[in-house]
């Protein structure tokens, strides 16, 4: 039986090999310092060392639980780090832009990691749910939420912040959705202080694997009903994905997002 204690370990799970990936990482900076930096919007250099980190986090404090979950935020950490190195410079956002450049032919990174992370999230619904409607939804839950997360991460601390918030519900929760959400809200309380100080940020690799973790803590969670609300508020939130993303850049202190 998942407890309190069960709770907080997952979150000292989160947090801790967050920390010590991002130690890790900045110390030994394969392939050198230069790839593992970005310039954000307000001109100023980052560092991507969260990203990967949180990603082995959110992994190992998922198998502690449900070892299909791991698989899926993985995998959504891998699609997200493919578009990190491939898809810089690519402004494009939103499906709708790289489904446009599909129907004319171009394979652009956004797309390899919409189908991959899609396809991951359907594979863990399929896991943890036994009726096939319920895998659907499941898979369409997690792939959303790892989608939507990535949309909000616009500015400093936006990812981190909303994967913080939406996690906080399911601390309350007994069983497998507490466990799952601590683990999420352990990572993102380990990123958040750099990533509001703008010396470090998720990328597209931490956003992903964390909002699938977030999606599966729902999935763990939710009968058919929940499954279906959650479902059909985050396919919204996917078609209006410009809206989401402005509403999120304009949120927050306005000193956050004036350049400097």
């Known amino acids: 039986m998942i407890t309190r204690r069960g709770r907080s370990v997952a979150f000292a799970v989160g947090a ?10 900045r110390k030994a900076a394969p392939g050198g310092r230069e790839r593992w930096e970005r310039t954000n919007f307000a001109g100023r250099t980052v560092e991507l060392y969260a990203g990967p980190a949180a990603v082995v986090a959110g992994a190992v404090g998922a198998a502690r ?5 791991a698989g899926a935020v993985l995998a959504a950490g891998a699609c997200g780090a493919y578009d990190d190195v491939v898809g ?5 956002r939103g499906f709708r832009a790289h489904l446009g450049a599909l ?10 990691k919409l189908f991959g992370i899609s396809a991951a999230g359907l ?9 096939p409607l319920d895998k659907v939804l499941a898979g369409v839950v997690i792939a959303g939420a790892a989608h939507f ?21 399911g601390l309350l929760r007994a069983g497998a959705a507490g466990e799952l959400s601590a683990v999420s809200a352990g990572a993102a309380v380990a ?23 977030l999606g599966a803590a729902v999935v763990a969670g939710n009968t058919r009903a929940g499954l279906l609300a959650h479902a059909v508020a985050l396919v919204g939130a996917a078609v ?10 304009s949120a927050g202190r306005p000193q956050l997002d004036a350049p400097m």
Do not use: F, I, Q, Y
Request: charged content about 25%; hydrophobic content about 50%; aromatic content about 2%.
């Open 65 to 69: 639980v449900r070892p299909a979950v």
């Open 149 to 169: 997360v990535n949309l909000v991460d616009v500015r400093p601390g936006r990812a981190a912040g909303a994967v913080l918030a939406l996690s906080a519900p």
């Open 103 to 112: 129907r004319e032919g171009e394979v652009t990174s956004g797309a390899v």
């Open 191 to 213: 990123v958040l202080p750099d990533d509001l100080g703008e010396r470090a940020m998720l990328g597209d690799a931490g956003a992903h694997a964390l909002g699938a973790l």
């Open 88 to 92: 810089a410079g690519d402004a494009r």
């Open 240 to 249: 209006c994905g410009e809206r989401v993303s402005e509403v999120a850049r």
């Open 16 to 25: 801790g090999l967050t920390w010590a990936g991002v130690a890790v990482l």
């Open 123 to 131: 594979v863990a619904g399929a896991l943890l749910k036994e009726r």
